[in-house]
T-cell receptor, first 114, second 113 residues
């Protein structure tokens, strides 16, 4: 069965600093990978996705993620964090093609200090 | 463009009372629909999903049920709520060749007291 691990439950960074959120997946075949962001009390918003092709994908709000098959990772990055980026971030995976059920990590809560 | 609506946004119910949460999608047809529950520190748990009218798959045995009476309507119900049913409930949809991409509603905060 597929699984997603987000090793960091909570990360604190200063505004303007760079950010990397880690995500590791366990899945034998080609995965489809996603990052979602959730502000407090809100639904989830899709930041970016990877299906195939270029392993560095760009998303909204200045985020990017890199798929590394050899490391089974899909880490999310941002070069300069803004206070409005404070939220919870979820990595998710689904089997490419016919299975539409996402498996989510438990999330990483990001706090941004002024 | 497609939009998804969930209501109510917040709900406080006594133990043993019934539940009905509604989710509707606009601007698309024949979507896949999903109900998730989110508990603190546990991420998102898929409860039910539906690929068509009257077609419901349950992921986790529980006190809840789901129905899809119309193509773009998905309802989460319970006959008698338990304390453990408290949580944040999210509806999502996906469609077409991008059915792997799920789009979420704003959620319902349910408190069972």
């Amino acid at each position: 069965a597929q699984s997603v691990t987000q090793p960091d439950i909570h990360i604190t960074v200063s505004e303007g600093a760079s950010l990397e959120l880690r995500c590791n997946y366990s899945y034998g075949a080609t995965p489809y990978l996603f990052w979602y962001v959730q502000s407090p009390g809100q639904g989830l918003q899709l930041l970016l996705k990877y299906f195939s092709g270029d392993t560095l994908v760009q998303g909204i709000k200045g985020f990017e993620a890199e798929f590394k098959r050899s490391q089974s990772s899909f880490n999310l990055r941002k070069p300069s964090v803004h206070w409005s980026d404070a939220a919870e971030y979820f990595c998710a995976v689904v089997r490419g093609g016919s299975n539409y059920k996402l498996t989510f990590g438990k999330g990483t809560l990001l706090t941004v200090n002024p | 463009s497609q939009t998804i609506h969930q209501w109510p946004a917040t709900l406080v119910q006594p133990v043993g009372s019934p539940l009905s949460l509604e989710c509707t999608v606009e601007g698309t047809s024949n979507p896949n629909l999903y109900w998730y529950r989110q508990a603190a520190g546990r991420g998102l748990q898929l409860l039910f999903y539906s690929v068509g009218i009257g077609q419901i798959s349950s992921e986790v045995p529980q006190n809840l049920s789901a129905s899809r009476p119309q193509d773009r309507q998905f309802i989460l119900s319970s006959k008698k709520l338990l304390l453990s049913d408290s949580g944040f409930y999210l509806c999502a949809w996906s469609w077409g060749s991008g059915k792997n991409i799920q789009y979420f509603g704003a959620g319902t905060r349910l408190s069972v007291l």
